[in-house]
């Protein structure tokens, strides 16, 4: 069976007031205070914290190289090791993305292009950074292994354009990837 | 000269006019100089209290010179030494060394004091938002509805004992009335307008809905709060809030009867009811600021903001702003009806009294109820930071099967006892 | 035994003309001689198809409608059939599957379409046509809508097991002006083939080649260029025939499907306007067997992007001397302005020109403002060119029968002639011209006729030369932003849906209309329209022709109210094949 029925738990009339269950939480919660104020955190040692509590001093200090390999940065488009560039603007992503941070002007590839077996590539491709949730469905759906969640999550943009990624910006933080399949190749 | 001076002030202040006129403007500075910076300092208490519970570190970054070589790179990179390179000077320059000896080589972050003031630089220099399609007259109305009430309140309570001058003298509160709670609650509870008021006129569901929530929920909590505190007033046979602290100050706090006439077996009888009126008037006050166990109408997880959502800068800092009040507010009735008010207690003030003077005891005692405050702000703060947001059904349950029941019948209780003992 | 032989159901059936058919375990009557596939489609049975059209001929190439069949047992000499209870003969199940498109029903067959070799037989064949189907949808304009890629998810395998190289051939090969063809993704079912041949009448496309190299190709020295070509791209199941004007321009499951009329002719094709954030993207005809079968000349279907183009007028322009400039304005004080122009000249000094291209309602307003005025000078501009002889009809506004309906015009553009004399001798001192170019051709004003007018209102979508001349221009919407209806050459009403926002401030046009009147002091019912629906059922309370029409009595696909003995030559000719 897919799902577990369980009992609710009998509580007794005493329980029913919730003064112990209040009155505890109000201790564990001060404990939390008083240990963090002496310095004495749970797990300070093993998480790097610096001084109070087991906060790590952004800036200064970094959890990059913990960073999971399915972390989830800011989304960017990546070429391909023969140098192409993989989006062929087949718009699943914009269909797919949930806060529909993606905008893709289609476009053809110029016949006189060495690509142009591809016959389609973005003409502009924008993802709004100030609407991106992070979700990754745009990798998810993604056909042509185009797009990628990158391990990037260090994005100030000082105003609302800034905060548009355009597809040269896109291009310049994907970079080239390896080892992709080469869907276009001369026997497709 | 200075003769002059003073037998012109001595001359001002004997007239009996003036005595008053004068006396109420210090009087109106420093109660709403407690209340005003209480609101930074409790957001302070919060964030940092917050974080300690939660084994953070908290606000800490802002320091002197405001981090304002922040923008030359972080520590590590020697800041001061790029923002002298920015301007040309030379490293062990004369204003170099000037710069040095200010300290402002390097950040003195002051525990993060600095951040309430940083806080609220960031919100006036905040961009002013008003959406379109908004009741735009109700929209800039009601932050200031529910500000004002929680400052208008504070005028009737007393923050400390009365001071004997050659001229007069001075009571210690703002209006002396002689219907304080009454005051209070009439006053307090005009601010859910300004809630409802937000919520409905900024034409979007999840304020609309917050201000239904948070105007059902105030007007619920408020029968009880009232019921709850009617055994007190048959106690103190007094609505006067002055003489509630005085009595309490020689007969012994209501919850701490250790002096006076608290001595007597009486009181500790009546504890029970006290109690009782304790227990509903602290909750109906969380409920009535609004606060976690209780912020049904800022609700983030099913609100989004509640009735503040479509607000931005100084408007939104109102509303952050009146729910601190109120908090501060609610504490200092706490504090006044239950522990004391501005009475150190255990029979200290009738000491400080004759023994150290008339102007220290009362020095003494409004730096006394300034800590209970801080105190209780620590309080609201420790129980935001336990106790789970309620459910509304549950919230609206409780106030009106639990509370309210329970304040009658306390009523009642109170009333056999007293009929018994007196 | 006579009267229980005679009740059984095949007899029932028989004298009806019909035939007792079970599929998949249900039993159905269908006319003699329906094709199975109908038979199927008409209780809600889906057979996949890609050959197969109801407006074609039957191929039987694409073997995708595959079903298993059964029938009665043939019986011995002298053997008598048995019935069970229900009264059917025991069915006898073929074992090998036919294909539905060109089989018809018959007594007692039995159809499933759900049997484990009818799946397995589907699931081969789509096998089979994606084994050198190539792997574009990422980039091919098909995708979303391709029957290819419906099927295969619905019916097919999902993997393949052909690890051979795929065939080559031509890819994003021009054949044609509007036309790209990709034989690779062809299944070879010949729509196009059948459509070009049978209803194009200029059959320049066939098969080329044998076995896997076989494909679709055009005749050398040919181009797809019959003024009827895109149908082939609404025919193409998968993608091979792709539009070059949509080539590209967006992913077709973003696109909201609007339907609506072609105002390009008298016609009225049914179509749908597929739009996208306020962005028209195509026009594709919408079946109307009365009106244009399945088609939809090209001209017409290219027609739209006037609708999101740069000349669109986006908000009131208004000048108040004669030598000044144009300057934007807003809707109020042109209201104003306009109602003490007209109220300064006197009304038989006023002429209306309203157009042929206006919806009913549009021009029931328009006679409310004439009447309002007081003024009799009131006609459109006729637009009568010659028919195509398959759906372009000789008159090119699309709702002349409208007109002559609702303004009560004998004869449309007669009193054109007299008003542009009136104008150049005159006259008339102020035009009200709704929705019209006065400098086009049909219409016949010269730019230096307007020094004449003391007044020029012009309503219209777009910028035109009356546009530029004129004292205050009100934008108006294009057909793709209002409802409506119309009545086309045949005395057919039709609706229009709005499928776009107006343009910037842009307004309907009946509401201007209804402004501009409520301006001039009318309390006529109409002023509390609040929808182009509110009119429409004024109109049916007004006139006879249109007694008691209103928006839900049109429906989708037109109600046909008036006989004017016009025909439309394609629909003809499919009704009576032989003539």
């Not at chain 3, 004669?322 to 109220?343: C, G, Y």
């Not at chain 3, 060119?385 to 000789?394: Q, R, T």
Request: hydrophobic share 40%; charged share 20%.
């Amino acid at each position: 069976m897919a799902f577990k029925t369980i009992k609710r738990p009998k509580i007794s009339i005493g329980e029913r007031f919730y003064l112990k269950a209040l009155l505890g939480g109000l201790v564990i919660t001060m404990k939390h205070l008083v240990l963090s104020i002496i310095g004495k955190s749970r797990s300070k040692k093993e998480l790097g914290g610096s001084g109070i509590g087991v906060t790590m001093q952004y800036p200064e200090y970094r959890w990059d190289k913990h960073l999971p390999e399915y972390y989830r940065g800011y989304p960017v488009l990546v070429k391909g090791e023969d140098g192409r560039e993989r989006c062929v603007s087949c718009q699943l992503c914009e269909f797919i993305c949930p806060a529909r941070a993606i905008t893709i002007k289609p476009g053809e590839v110029p016949a006189d292009s060495q690509w142009n077996k591809v016959e389609k590539a973005p003409v502009e491709f924008e993802i709004d950074m100030l609407r991106c949730i992070y979700c990754g469905m745009c990798q998810e759906a993604c056909p042509e292994q185009a797009i990628f969640m990158s391990q990037g999550y260090l994005l100030t943009p000082t105003d609302k354009k800034a905060g548009v990624h355009n597809k040269a910006k896109l291009y310049e933080l994907g970079g080239t990837k390896q080892g992709l399949v080469n869907k276009w190749n001369a026997y497709k | 000269m200075i003769d002059s001076i003073l037998s012109f002030c001595d001359s001002v202040l004997s007239n009996q006019y003036w005595f008053f006129i004068i006396t109420l403007l210090i009087k109106l500075v420093i109660c709403f100089a407690i209340t005003i910076a209480f609101i930074p300092i409790s957001v302070l208490i919060e964030r940092r209290v917050a974080s300690f519970i939660q084994d953070r570190v908290g606000p800490n970054r802002v320091g002197i010179p405001a981090t304002i070589f922040k923008r030359f790179g972080m520590k590590a990179d020697l800041p001061f030494v790029k923002a002298l390179d920015y301007f040309g000077l030379p490293h062990d320059g004369r204003i170099a060394n000037i710069c040095r000896y200010f300290r402002l080589d390097k950040d003195i972050p002051l525990l993060g004091l600095l951040q309430p003031a940083v806080d609220g630089g960031k919100l006036f220099l905040k961009q002013d938002f008003t959406p379109p399609f908004v009741r735009r007259f109700y929209f800039w109305v009601a932050p200031m509805l529910v500000l004002a009430p929680p400052l208008m309140t504070a005028a009737v309570i007393p923050f400390a004992g009365d001071l004997e001058t050659p001229y007069g003298n001075i009571n210690m509160v703002v209006a002396n009335l002689s219907i304080g709670p009454l005051w209070i609650f009439a006053i307090s509870s005009l601010s859910v307008y300004g809630l409802v008021l937000a919520g409905w006129s900024s034409n979007s569901k999840f304020p609309l809905i917050g201000g239904i929530r948070s105007s059902a929920q105030m007007i619920s909590y408020e029968i009880s709060m009232g019921l709850s505190i009617i055994p007190l007033l048959m106690i103190y046979s007094e609505l006067n809030l002055s003489n509630i602290v005085q009595y309490q100050a020689d007969n012994g706090w209501l919850l701490l009867p250790f002096w006076g006439e608290g001595l007597t077996v009486e009181r500790w009888v009546l504890l029970i009811p006290i109690v009782i009126s304790f227990i509903i008037f602290l909750t109906s006050v969380f409920a009535e600021t609004n606060r976690t166990p209780f912020d049904m109408s800022e609700c983030e997880t099913d609100l989004v903001g509640g009735y503040h959502t479509e607000y931005s800068s100084m408007k939104f800092a109102q509303f952050f702003m009146g729910e601190y009040a109120a908090m501060i507010v609610g504490s200092s009735l706490v504090i006044t009806l239950f522990l004391g008010g501005w009475s150190i207690g255990f029979g200290i003030d009738g000491w400080l009294l004759d023994n150290c003077g008339n102007w220290i005891s009362t020095i003494l005692q409004l730096i006394f109820y300034v800590l209970k405050l801080a105190a209780f702000a620590f309080f609201f703060v420790w129980v935001r930071w336990t106790v789970p947001r309620f459910r509304y059904d549950q919230v609206m349950k409780l106030g009106w099967l639990v509370f309210f029941e329970l304040a009658v019948i306390n009523i009642f209780i109170t009333a056999a006892i007293l009929y018994f003992i007196k | 035994m006579s009267e229980e032989t005679s009740k059984l159901p095949k007899d029932i059936a028989a004298a009806e003309g019909k035939v007792n058919v079970q599929i998949n375990g249900t039993w159905y009557q269908f006319p003699r001689g329906m094709r199975i596939i109908d038979a199927c489609k008409s209780v809600g049975v889906h057979v996949p198809t890609f050959c197969y059209h109801p407006k074609l001929a039957i191929a039987g190439s694409c073997r995708m409608c595959l079903v298993e069949q059964g029938m009665p047992p043939r019986l011995a000499p002298g053997q008598a059939p048995s019935y069970d209870a229900q009264g059917y003969q025991h069915i006898q199940w073929m074992p090998r599957p036919i294909i539905a498109c060109a089989n018809t029903v018959c007594e007692n067959m039995g159809i499933k379409t759900n049997s484990p070799l009818a799946e397995e037989v589907r699931a081969g064949v789509l096998e089979f046509l994606l084994a050198n189907h190539p792997l574009d949808c990422p980039i091919c304009d098909q995708a979303g809508e391709c029957k290819l890629q419906e099927f295969s998810n619905d019916y097919g395998k999902l993997k393949g097991r052909y690890t051979e190289s795929k065939t080559k051939k031509g890819k994003n090969l021009s054949v044609g002006p509007n036309i790209n063809l990709d034989q690779e993704r062809c299944v070879l079912c010949g729509r196009c083939i059948r459509f070009m041949r049978d209803i194009a009448k200029d059959p320049v496309l066939s098969f080329s080649q044998r076995g896997t190299h076989n494909a679709v190709t055009i005749y050398p020295g040919r181009e797809l260029d019959h003024p009827y070509s895109m149908n082939v791209v609404d025919l193409c199941p998968v993608g091979a025939l792709t539009s070059k004007d949509f080539r590209f321009k967006m992913r077709v499951w973003f696109l909201k499907e609007t339907k609506s009329i072609d105002v390009n002719c008298g016609t009225g094709t049914n179509i749908t306007i597929w739009s996208r954030e306020e962005q028209v993207y195509r026009l594709t005809p919408r079946q109307n067997d009365e009106v244009n079968s399945c088609w939809m000349p090209d001209e017409h279907r290219l027609n739209y992007r006037f609708i999101n183009s740069p000349q669109r007028i986006p908000q009131p322009v208004i000048r108040t001397d004669i030598n000044a400039p144009h300057r934007a304005s807003t809707w109020e004080p042109s209201f104003s302005a306009l109602a003490e122009a007209i109220k300064r000249v006197p009304a038989d000094q006023i002429a209306i020109i309203a157009s042929g291209r206006m919806t009913n309602e549009e021009l029931y307003m328009t006679r409310l403002l004439a009447e309002q005025i007081g003024t009799k000078h009131v006609d459109i501009v006729s637009r009568v060119k010659e028919s195509d002889g398959m759906l372009i009809s000789a008159d090119r506004n699309p709702n002349t029968t409208g007109a002559q309906v609702i303004l009560g015009l004998e004869n449309p553009g007669s009193q054109l002639e007299m008003i542009r004399d009136g104008v150049q001798r005159g006259k008339i001192k102020a035009i009200l011209c709704l929705g019209e170019d006065l400098t086009s051709p049909e219409a016949g004003f010269k730019a230096q006729d307007f020094e004449n007018l003391n007044y020029l209102f012009v309503m219209d979508h777009t910028a035109s030369d009356t546009a530029r001349a004129a004292d205050l221009v009100l934008p108006g919407v294009s057909f793709a932003e209002k409802f409506g209806t119309m009545i086309n050459v045949t005395g057919r009403i039709q609706r229009l849906n709005k499928a776009i926002e107006p343009i910037g401030y842009a307004k309907d046009d009946w509401t201007i209309l209804q402004s501009i009147t409520k301006a001039l002091g009318s309390n006529s019912p109409a002023m509390n329209a609040v929808s182009s629906m509110d009119i429409l059922s004024l109109i049916g309370q007004e006139y006879a022709a249109l007694e008691n029409i209103n928006w839900g009595r049109v429906g989708d696909c037109g109600l046909q109210v008036l006989e004017t003995g016009v025909t439309i030559p394609l629909i003809e000719q499919e009704k009576n094949p032989q003539g």
